[in-house]
C-alpha cells in the first residue's frame, strides 16, 4: 500500500479550471496535500503547511521558495495542473530531485516558436513557420507570407488569439488584433514571447488530440480524440472531442509514433502530454504538444480500469505509485465545449434539464455563471460549459453531445 505520509504539491492558477479535480484525486488518495498558487490565499496563515504563493512567472525563485519549504517538510512530488505552471514544476521537481521532464523541455513545449525549431530539427513533421517581430510593420510581414496561413502568440493556450488569413489584408488585421490581444491585464505573457507572434503555414485535414502519459521517454496513449467539427478558421474553437477515434488503425498508429517523435525532439520523458494533429494524405502533422494534460473540466469524459479518474493516473505517475491500469473504459465517451457565441452579458441559461434528458448524456456544467461579462475567442479563453455523454459507439456518443447543445439556449445582453 502506498504510504499515506507522501506528500504532494500542486501549482494551481487562480484561473484553471482543474483545481477541484486534482484536490479529489489527492485527496482519495490520502496525501499530505501542499496547494501552491499565485495569489495569496485568506487562509494561508492559518494553514501555512498546506498552503503557498509562488510567483509562476519566476520558475528559479519558486524553486528555491519550494527548496526551503521542503526542507522541514519534505516533498516527494510536484504536478503541474495547466501550461501556466508546467515550467515552475519543472523547475521545483529540478531543485528537489524529484521525477520530473527538464526544465529546457518544458520551456520549449510552453513556446510555440521554441517547440517548432526543436521539431523541426528533429524532422518531425509539422507547418513551415516564421516568427514576426510586432515591431515590424505588418504589412511588410504579409507581403512575405504564404497564404493560408495562421497568426498565433507565442505563449498562450486554448486557440486564443489563433487567427487564420487568407490574404494581406486578413493578415495586417490579425496581427494588429494578436498584438492588442498581448497588450491586455489579463494577458499573462511577457519577455520575448510579448514581442513576436509566430505565422504559420495552414494544414488542412482532420483535427486529433492525444492525450497520453509519458514514463521514462515512453508513451503511452490514454485517449485518442476525434474533432468532428471541421476547425478551417479563420478562429479555431474547439467544440467536439470523442473517443476512441474513428480513424483506421494504422492511421492511428503513425499518429502515435510522430507524437512520440515529437516528445523526444522536446526532450519531454515524464508525465501528461497533450498533443494536437492534423491528419492528411500526407499523415500526421503536429500542430502541438503540451507538457500537461487535457484542458477544461473534458478529462470527466475519461475513465481507466474501473473507475480511475485521469487526475489519479497522473498523481499516482508522479508519486511512483502503482497504477492499477492504463487502459480507458471500453465505453466510447466524449465532451462538447459550449462556445460562446457572442460577447455580451450572461443573463440566462435555459434548456438544462431538456438536454440533460438526451440519452446518454451524462452531465451538463455550466460554467459561465449569470451576470458574467462573455468574450468568445480570439480573445477570450474560457466556455460557456462542457457536456459529457457516454455510449457504444463514438456516432451515439457525438450525435448525444449535438443534440444536448441544441436544446441549451444562453441569453445574452449586448455588452
Known amino acids: 500500500m502506498p ?24 485527496t482519495g488518495l490520502g496525501v499530505d496535500l501542499v496547494c501552491a498558487s499565485e495569489q495569496p ?22 524553486a528555491a521558495q519550494v527548496a526551503r519549504f521542503a526542507a522541514g517538510r519534505p516533498i516527494d512530488a510536484v504536478v503541474a495542473v495547466d501550461d ?37 530539427a528533429a524532422g518531425v513533421p509539422q507547418p513551415r513557420f516564421a516568427l514576426v517581430a ?9 507581403a512575405r507570407a504564404a497564404y493560408p496561413c495562421v497568426l498565433k502568440p507565442r505563449a498562450l493556450s486554448a486557440s486564443r488569439g489563433v487567427i487564420r488569413a487568407d490574404g494581406p489584408d486578413e493578415f495586417v488585421a490579425a496581427f494588429r488584433r494578436i498584438a492588442a490581444l498581448l497588450g491586455r491585464d489579463d494577458v499573462a505573457v ?31 496513449t490514454l485517449a485518442l480524440f476525434d474533432k468532428p467539427d471541421p476547425l478551417d478558421g479563420p478562429f479555431f474553437e474547439e467544440t467536439i472531442y470523442v473517443t476512441p477515434s474513428r480513424l483506421p488503425r494504422q492511421a492511428q498508429e503513425r499518429i502515435e509514433r510522430v507524437t512520440l517523435r515529437a516528445c523526444a525532439a522536446l526532450g519531454l520523458s515524464e508525465g501528461p502530454v ?3 494533429l ?83 448524456v451524462e452531465e451538463v456544467a ?19 460549459g462542457f457536456v459529457f455523454a457516454r455510449a457504444e459507439t463514438p456516432e451515439l456518443v457525438e450525435r448525444a453531445l449535438r443534440e444536448a447543445h441544441a436544446r441549451l439556449d444562453f441569453d445574452i445582453a449586448d455588452g
Request: charged share 20%; with cysteine; hydrophobic share 50%.
Open 3 to 26: 504510504s499515506p505520509s507522501a506528500r504532494l504539491l500542486l501549482l494551481l492558477p487562480t484561473t484553471t479550471y482543474r483545481t477541484q479535480a486534482f484536490v479529489d484525486a489527492a
Open 278 to 360: 492534423r491528419v492528411n494524405a500526407r499523415g500526421p502533422w503536429v500542430i502541438e504538444v503540451a507538457a500537461r494534460s487535457i484542458g477544461g473540466l473534458c478529462s470527466r469524459a475519461l475513465r481507466f480500469g474501473t473507475g480511475m479518474t485521469l487526475e489519479e493516473l497522473i498523481l499516482r505517475h508522479a508519486l511512483g505509485w502503482k497504477i492499477p491500469s492504463l487502459d480507458r473504459e471500453r465505453r466510447a465517451a466524449g465532451v462538447m465545449m459550449l462556445p460562446i457565441p457572442r460577447a455580451g452579458r450572461l443573463r440566462a441559461v435555459h434548456g438544462k434539464e431538456a438536454a440533460l434528458a438526451v440519452p446518454g
Open 274 to 276: 497533450h498533443a494536437e
Open 134 to 142: 510586432l515591431a515590424e510593420d505588418p504589412a511588410r510581414a504579409a
Open 190 to 220: 511577457s519577455g520575448e514571447a510579448a514581442r513576436a507572434l509566430l505565422v504559420e503555414e495552414f494544414v488542412p485535414g482532420r483535427e486529433v488530440a492525444l492525450e497520453g502519459l509519458l514514463m521514462a521517454g515512453g508513451l503511452q
Open 84 to 120: 501556466l505552471t508546467t515550467v515552475v514544476a519543472a523547475a521545483i521537481a529540478a531543485r528537489l530531485g524529484l521525477k520530473a521532464n527538464p526544465v529546457a523541455a518544458a520551456a520549449a513545449a510552453r513556446d510555440k516558436h521554441a517547440m517548432r525549431q526543436r521539431l523541426r
Open 366 to 384: 455550466i460554467t459561465a455563471h449569470v451576470g458574467q461579462e462573455l468574450v468568445p475567442l480570439p480573445e477570450g479563453w474560457q466556455y460557456l
Open 41 to 62: 490565499s485568506t487562509f494561508e496563515a492559518q494553514v501555512p503547511d498546506h498552503l503557498l504563493t509562488l510567483d509562476f512567472r519566476d520558475p528559479d525563485g519558486a
